[in-house]
């Protein structure tokens, strides 16, 4: 039983990652939208991670994030990883209307207090959304380089799929002037019957010198294919 139910928790917490880092998000905002990032434009990331999974995910230490193209409200952007001793490349298109395929990478320019986050996002019954998610605040950040002015988003998520219990904290900033993530705290636990599991993430940007910290999801980004096989592993387990 408590296989079966183990089995359980890492099949929603992998749907949940997938469906997150996908960025189904739900918002309506009403600011004019614009993409403030051009081609050449790149952001690193190195981390370290810290959680009771003893699995592959734990072993991810570098991300590159390369902006290839910008068409309208549409970025396209390569992300470069190192997972353990497996690099991986993946091309993204990510709309800024909708917050597809591009997670919380990137948001609209110039956005402020209030405004919502990806005005168009599909609903998608029965799983993890943002409805009504707003930018909760536009301040300036102190950051070694200097101030930089940025869009905070805080959030407390609960909810319950597939038998498991989710609890997510996060606090997100992204650069104002360009709407790419500069900085993010981010704990996710989740807990069924007979099973808990927990994972958290800490990046540096190193031209910020910035200490970041995600949650384990948030870098399965880079890896959407080896969810969807991991996803039907466990589901076959349980």
Request: net charge negative.
């Amino acid at each position: 039983m408590k296989q079966m139910k183990t089995g359980y928790v890492w099949a929603a917490y992998l749907i949940f990652i997938q469906f997150l880092l996908t960025g189904l998000l739900i918002q309506v905002s009403q600011a004019t939208r614009f993409a403030g990032v051009h081609p050449g434009d790149s952001s690193e990331y190195f981390a370290t991670l810290s959680g009771n999974m003893s699995n592959m995910y734990l072993q991810f230490e570098y991300a590159k994030v390369i902006v290839l193209g910008v068409s309208g409200l549409e970025i396209t952007f390569k992300a470069h990883a190192l997972n353990g001793s497996v690099w991986t490349n993946t091309t993204y298109v990510h709309n800024l209307e909708t917050g597809e395929n591009g997670s919380l990478f990137f948001i609209a320019a110039n956005l402020t207090a209030g405004d919502l986050i990806f005005p168009s996002a599909p609903f998608h019954p029965g799983t993890f959304t943002f409805v009504g998610a707003t930018i909760n605040e536009t301040i300036y950040r102190d950051y070694p380089g200097g101030p930089i002015e940025v869009n905070h988003w805080n959030v407390v998520i609960s909810y319950s799929k597939q038998e498991a219990n989710f609890t997510d904290v996060a606090n997100v900033y992204w650069e104002k002037s360009t709407g790419r993530l500069i900085e993010l705290s981010w704990f996710s636990d989740v807990k069924a019957e007979s099973a808990y599991a927990w994972g958290e993430m800490s990046m540096i940007i190193p031209e910020l010198n910035v200490v970041i910290f995600l949650p384990l999801f948030m870098t399965i980004t880079l890896f959407v294919a080896i969810l969807r096989r991991n996803i039907q592993r466990e589901l076959n387990r349980s």
